[in-house]
């Protein structure tokens, strides 16, 4: 059927393209559809709306998805109808039209992972379609448009199955309007084209052709009167004069030669096209009697324009495309659109980076003339357009949230419905851009947070009413940008958490001791704790076995951090602290015996050199540092990694202080800072076991590998090495002291990868 | 030399595949996002044939077709404009304004190439 003679490399590569627009277009029309619950839709809005349905359909029915193109239809037929304001714009007619954006997502979803959507899917919302469509215009309109499109399938097979055989002998009377030319219509090129139908007479009549003064060169004079043999279908013949069929006065009629035996002929116009014998075809030639008539059209010589050529040279021309579209080939592969401005800029700093490349070689060879002050100079710019390819680069792959904060009108409107709550969501910096992986990672745990903030945080009309606020509960949502962070905030007037409810539930669920003080932070905090729900009766809205401990393990996953503020009666504040970036890291490089580590710096508070005074034991092993009089757990790095030859004395070495997500501190010992750098993020998940304590690895200037420890896991492992080491239950100063042990130990030095992540770096310098 | 075609599409897929089936058919594509691009290429190429969408943003098909046949470089040029399956009044709204014909979507590359070279010497 469609696009039959792309093959299949082409197909999928125009797919993606088409899978990538889908997206981009069904966000912008989820965006507008949101819209129109606020107000309705302006006629700028509808048109975008129906352009967007209509390009979808367009690109589906290249592709054949008839499920998609069928929906699509509709929607679009009841989107055309409103653009000519023939629909009143209500509740009934925007919620279908939401839905129906619902549908079609699904639908276009489905296309793309090649699912077939059972019969009746979306049939709901496309009756209600239908039935508004017949409101509007009573039911034939339905009607008919089904029939064309049925007509139109039946129009192509019958093309292709119209192998009729027999000839019959047609009179084609061709008079064009005066306008015709005006619309570029040429009639030779009908004329070549009814040629290629069979054989061809033309008669040329020069009957209209007025005199030379009130000559318009534009307009079309000449008429003719061809006579084609040929074993096409009148409709074929038709066909060829589609484009012009309003522009021209066009008879075509069948004839049969009768009285074939003496070459003399009468034409008798018959009814009905029917077959002819083989006798008939053989004599029934016509042939014009008056040849100094014949147009000077059909004088020229006709080269056959065969169009099946051409598609013959498109196949041709298919490998050529084959070797770029292979990475498009594989399902997975997706792709992102990106401004040129920033891949023009991409190419300036290379450029620069180039002539600085060059410059240092220059310099190295006129090394000995003693021009360090050049070669200073060069490695300056050298690291400056680096860093600055870098951001370009980060660039290319960042995107405004905007894609995700638009899916969220919806399912508030959704959920606020199925609760019986009013709520208004607000947004604001949704152009903020994150990475494009990010983006992808955040639907989910948004979903789930403003989910939960209807669900347990605004309260039903009447309860808010009685509390003295308005009816309407609202939810903020907004992003902004701090550092190398995106900042998204989640805001609810609700109830707030209720600490005394959270705690007494925390206690009975066994997840906090009866007797535990706990601050209102702490209180907030457990929320977070696994297993973990707040609701009275698991609703069938954010009852679905996950709470906000999955949430938090996703937005670690990403590198950021989740925090809660809350004040009861007023309302519930999330806020979502991610990098900009997965790919690399702001680090502080610090030393540990002979190894490097990079601690993530956003997560270090401050590092100082504590007194003795300032360090106290715990019983059971713990160790604590005080800092200002407050408690701080100190973990020896050292003694955690097995590092020998390390400070071992927290008042030699240096105590880095570093916050987790929620706000819990940890001092880590170190021996010292070496400094501030940014690393490029190495996945070692890929090739080795997990390390408690360490999210990746990177490769320093020096071609060594530092691992970059993981401060959240550090915090919740085992208050002391010994007790990690489950084996050893050495005093800790007998493990110090001899480090030689270690062999017995599991090693996480830099050492132990070297060979697995396959990177040839000395283990030490 | 190769006829040049200008494709006027706000959808990339659709402005691929025109360009994909044409460029194969031997012609040079040029292209265009909407209805203003797609002049102010006119304004410095000239091309062969306009093969333009008609829901386009900024300024649609039909109003495209107008300015071409209403100015002086392209009047005389075949203009084919893109209808889906019962776009009779689209048809006829591109007729109306000077359109030489229409393909429907969805077609298939021989039927582009068949349509094109019906109206494109």
Known sequence: MTGSSFNADDLAQFKQTFFDECAELLADLEERLSSLQEEAADSEALNAIF??????????????????????????????????????????????????????????????????????????????????????????????????????????????????????????????????????????????????????????????????????????????????????????????????EDDCELKVSAIAAKDSGDGSLSFQIIEEVTEESEEDQATGT???????????????????????????????????????????????????????????????????????????????????????????????????????????????????????????PRLVREVSSKLNKQVRLLTEGEQTEVDKTVIEELADPLTHMIRNAIDHGIESPEEREAAGKKGTGAIKLLARHAGGNIIIQVIDNGSGINKEALLKKAISKGIVSEDAKLTDEEIEELIFAPGFSTAQAVTDVSGRGVGMDVVRRNINKLGGRISVQSVEGKGTCFTLTIPLSLAVLDGMLVAIGAEKYILPLASIVESFRPLEEQLRALAGGGEVVSMRGEYIRLIRAHHLFNVPGAVTDPCQGLVVVTETANGGKVGLLVDELIGQQQVVIKSIQENFDPVPGVSGATILGNGRVALILDIEQLKSMPVSADNWKSSSSEPLEQQEASPANGEEQRTIAPEAMTDTEGMQVPATV | MARKVLTVDDSKTMRDMVRFTLSGAGFDVVEAEDGVQALSVLGSTKVDLIITDINMPNMDGVTLVKEVRGGSSHRGVPILVLTTEGGDAKKADGKAAGATGWIVKPFTPDKLVQVVNKVCP
């Not at chain 1, 008919?144 to 019959?168: A, F, I, L, M, P």
């Not at chain 1, 920033?342 to 980076?353: K, M, S, Y």
Request: aromatic share 4%.
């Open chain 1, 286 to 408: 016509l042939k014009s009697e008056k040849p100094g008539a014949q147009s000077k059209a059909a004088e020229t010589s006709v080269p056959e324009t065969n169009p099946s050529d051409a598609p013959k040279k498109a196949n041709v021309a298919a490998p050529k495309a084959k070797t770029a579209s292979t990475p498009a080939q594989s399902s997975g592969v997706s792709s992102i659109r990106v401004d040129l401005d920033r891949v023009d800029r991409l190419v300036n700093v290379v450029g620069e980076l180039v002539i600085a490349q060059s410059m240092q070689a220059q310099e190295a060879e006129d090394r000995q003339n003693g021009h360090e002050f050049l070669m200073n100079q060069a490695n300056e710019d050298m690291s400056r357009i680096v860093r600055e390819l870098q951001e370009c680069v980060m660039a290319i792959r960042m995107q405004p949230v905007k894609s995700v904060f638009s899916r969220m």
């Open chain 1, 51 to 244: 352009r967007a349905v209509h390009s979808i359909k367009a690109g589906a029915g290249a592709f054949g998805f008839s499920q998609l193109v069928q929906f699509a239809h509709r929607y679009e037929a009841l989107l055309d109808r409103m653009r000519d304001g023939l629909v009143e714009q209500n509740e009934r007619v925007a919620d279908v039209l939401v839905r129906a954006g619902d549908i079609l997502a699904s639908f276009v979803e489905a296309a793309q992972s090649e699912q077939e959507l059972g019969e009746d899917f979306g049939s709901e919302v496309g009756d209600e379609i239908d039935l508004l469509l017949a409101e509007i215009d009573g039911l034939e309109s339905v009607l008919t448009s089904e029939e064309e499109q049925s007509d139109e399938n039946s129009d192509s097979e019958g093309v292709q199955e119209d192998q009729n055989k027999s000839s019959c002998t047609y009179l084609i009377e061709f008079v064009p309007k005066a306008e015709l030319l005006r619309h570029a219509n040429e009639p030779l090129l009908l004329i070549r084209e009814l040629q290629t139908l069979g054989d061809l007479q033309t008669e040329c009549s020069l009957e209209r052709l007025p005199t030379l003064g009130a000559m318009e060169p534009e307009d079309a004079y000449l008429s003719w009167m061809l006579t084609l043999k040929t074993d096409k279908s009148e409709e074929d013949i038709r066909e060829v004069f589609e484009f012009v």
